[in-house]
């Protein structure tokens, strides 16, 4: 059975990819601090990738154009609400978080509309999103960027377990939303 996207109109998916923004800037920071509490500093952040979940669920529930604007924005504000003292995502960061998240949203957004399970959906968006993401950071690289190419492989096996935890926990609240609908 084809998914049907929760969200229908203009309004409604304004709101949500609002929310997903929201969400994308108070998860990370959530993280952090509980980081910082425990003494590991923004490790759990890049580890469990918190505000990946929200870009997901937003391209899923609201569709591609929600997805991609979320993704697009969320880093982007959260960098301007956290410069002050410790930005995130740090500033060589920022537009290849803008671009992978950008994709994200708008891959799951597409996918949605798919028969594909939300586990096979989700599965596709992450590999075009790090991929996009890899040749921008190589693309860079060449262009002069003082983000080095190691960091793609770097960043895939520190948000390991983030891919793990989305793994489980997109499919299963999509399923839930779909189930409540009906």
Known sequence: MERTLVCKTRKTKAFAALLAVVSSV?????????????????ALGETFLP???????????????????????????????????????AA??????????????????????????????????????????????????LMGSALPVSVIWTSLLTGLPGLVLQWVLIPLIVFYAEKRRG
């Open 26 to 42: 108070l998860l990370p920071q959530l993280f952090h601090g509980l980081g910082i509490l425990s003494g590991l500093g923004s």
């Open 92 to 141: 060589a960061m920022l537009p290849f978080m803008m671009i992978e998240l950008g994709v994200y949203g708008l891959t799951t957004g597409l996918l949605a509309h798919t028969r594909l399970p939300a586990f096979l959906s989700l599965l596709l968006a992450q590999l075009a999103g790090r991929a996009v993401r890899a040749l921008a950071i190589v693309l860079g690289s």
């Open 51 to 89: 505000m990946h979940i929200a870009i997901f669920l937003v391209g899923f529930f609201a569709g591609a154009w929600a997805g991609l604007a979320s993704g697009v924005l969320a880093p982007l504000v959260s960098f301007a609400l956290t410069a002050a003292w410790t930005p995130m995502p």
